[in-house]
């Protein structure tokens, strides 16, 4: 008999494939057992759940592939002691309604206060708090309000360290640079660039509409012999894609270009792939990327939509308008992404286009 031993301050867990990942997160949260207060492990190939039960796994999982197994689970980005110490030095803030979103984006902390809910020195407090546990970031800023314009900027308040915008960021290898006050950029995307980039195979030709910096591209051409054209309207974006191409060791090619990425080009058929990464108004340029694509090629598009719609299924009727008497298609997945607000999600679609 073999003797597994427990380490004493492991968690029990779930191991699943990274592209797996997210839709195992969403539900464990759904049915309320994932550890908010642990951090997700990753690895290049599998990511770890942290997990309170796993009597109801069978049902909540049935159709994925995991394993239970127990991991010492670090504490969550955002430390529970951090939040403990903030209700105790500001017991009248809002706590019920209060929700304390973080992200590490190089050596910059990226918060989501809502400023009409929290007080200017609250949110100051919870700056200097960060700056001081995490010593890889030395700049702690806050984002106000939700990404918006062509350029896809949203506006951000400095709340500690030093007043910058600008990081190198780094994804499963590959190098970004960003600039959070002038290009878009989502660092909670990482599975989705990763995921992608594998199914993208060598001599493919791929459009990048509405690269933001560039990650999807970079991706793709650090893992393959692949030809990129990413487009976004916004000069700083590209400039910081430029950046990241020199920066980077890149199997394939990026050609990166400034203009409106739903005009730049004429119907030609010439790629094997569209991505359309625009979750506002992606479904809008669904006719036009399927006059681009090759016959059986693939439209990977990122669209938000409203939770009480039941998505994803609510997409197909619209997807059927946009194309009809343009195309026909397979849907070859349709899926529930990122939590975008508590009313509405992000859906992940990849389309097969028949165009002959």
Aim: neutral net charge; hydrophobic residues 40%; charged residues 30%.
């Amino acid at each position: 008999m073999i003797k597994i031993i427990r380490d004493i301050n492991s968690s029990l867990g779930v191991k699943l494939p990274r592209i797996q990942a997210e839709e195992a997160r969403l539900r464990l949260i759904k049915a309320g057992i994932l550890l908010k207060a642990k951090k997700i492990i990753k690895n290049r190939d599998f990511v770890y759940l942290p997990i309170s039960d796993s009597a109801s796994l069978v049902n909540i999982l049935e159709d994925l592939e995991y394993q239970i197994e127990y991991q010492v689970f670090p504490d969550e980005l955002l430390k529970p002691s951090i939040i403990d110490s903030l209700k105790l030095e500001f017991p009248d803030e809002p706590w019920e309604e209060i929700s304390v979103k973080f992200d590490q984006i190089g050596e910059i902390g990226l918060l989501r206060l809502d400023s009409e809910l929290t007080s200017k020195a609250f949110r100051l407090k919870v700056g200097t708090k960060i700056l001081s546990a995490y010593p890889k970031i030395n700049s702690v800023l806050n984002k106000l309000d939700i990404t918006e314009g062509i350029k896809r900027t949203f506006p951000i308040e400095f709340l500690a360290g030093e007043e910058k915008y600008e990081s190198w960021h780094k994804e499963y290898g590959v190098l970004i640079k960003v600039d959070l006050k002038n290009a878009y950029f989502n660092p909670r995307l990482a599975e989705e660039h990763r995921r992608l980039s594998l199914e993208v195979t060598n001599d493919d030709r791929i459009l990048d509409l509405f690269t933001g910096v560039g990650p999807f591209s970079l991706h793709c051409a650090k893992e393959h012999h692949c030809e990129v054209i990413a487009v976004d309207i916004n000069p700083y974006a590209i400039k910081n894609l430029n950046a990241s191409i020199k920066r980077n060791k890149l199997k394939g090619s990026i050609i990166p270009i400034i203009g409106d990425a739903g005009k730049v080009f004429r119907e030609n058929r010439y790629f094997d792939r569209i991505i359309i990464n625009l979750p506002n108004h992606s479904i809008n340029y669904l006719a036009y990327a399927s006059k681009l694509v090759k016959n059986g090629g693939i439209i990977t598009f990122y669209q938000f939509v409203e939770k009480n719609i039941q998505p994803p299924q609510s997409l197909v009727s619209i997807i059927d308008e946009k194309l009809k008497n343009v195309c026909t298609y397979d849907i070859l997945t349709n899926r529930v992404g990122r939590e975008v607000s508590p009313s509405r999600i992000q859906v992940n679609v990849d389309l097969r286009i028949y165009n002959e």
